[in-house]
């Protein structure tokens, strides 16, 4: 697995051939938003943004290469990337948690912390609409 995120998405390039090269392989891009942002938001086109539609476009039939990539902006991404078939199989959305997930975040990383259950409780309601990475 190839993770690429914050300054290190610049070398998508490299992480495509060597993904290639070892291939069975998983490139995940984290926050692609940062480099795949639409080209009427920003000031015209990213060239790391072509450089991963051309990454997803020269990818063989039988290629055992996954390409993941993660976004909190998906109304952000370039429409060339999400729209065109075959460059995205598969969009999967996770909502953020309910309550009983947030408490369980909570009690996680508080784990050593001497934290009442009815405080848990109380900060698990006040903190709807949150992300568990929030939470942390």
């Known amino acids: ?49 072509f450089e991963v539609l051309d990454a997803l476009d020269g990818l063989d039939a039988d290629a055992d ?16 990337l999400v729209q065109r078939p075959g460059r995205v199989d598969l969009a999967v959305e996770i909502p953020r948690p309910d309550a009983a997930a947030r408490r369980a975040v909570l009690e996680l990383y508080g784990s050593g912390l001497a934290i009442r259950p009815e405080t848990l409780d109380r900060v698990a309601t006040q903190t709807a609409g949150t992300t568990a990475s929030f939470m942390k």
């Open 65 to 80: 290469d996954v390409f993941l990539l993660t976004t909190n902006r998906v109304e952000l991404l370039e429409r060339a």
């Open 1 to 49: 697995m190839i993770l690429l995120s914050g300054n290190t998405l610049a070398l998508v390039s490299e992480a495509t051939r060597m993904a290639r090269a070892l291939q069975p392989s998983i490139v995940v891009l984290e926050d692609c938003d940062l480099i795949a942002e639409d080209r009427g938001f920003g000031n015209g086109p990213q060239s790391l943004l």
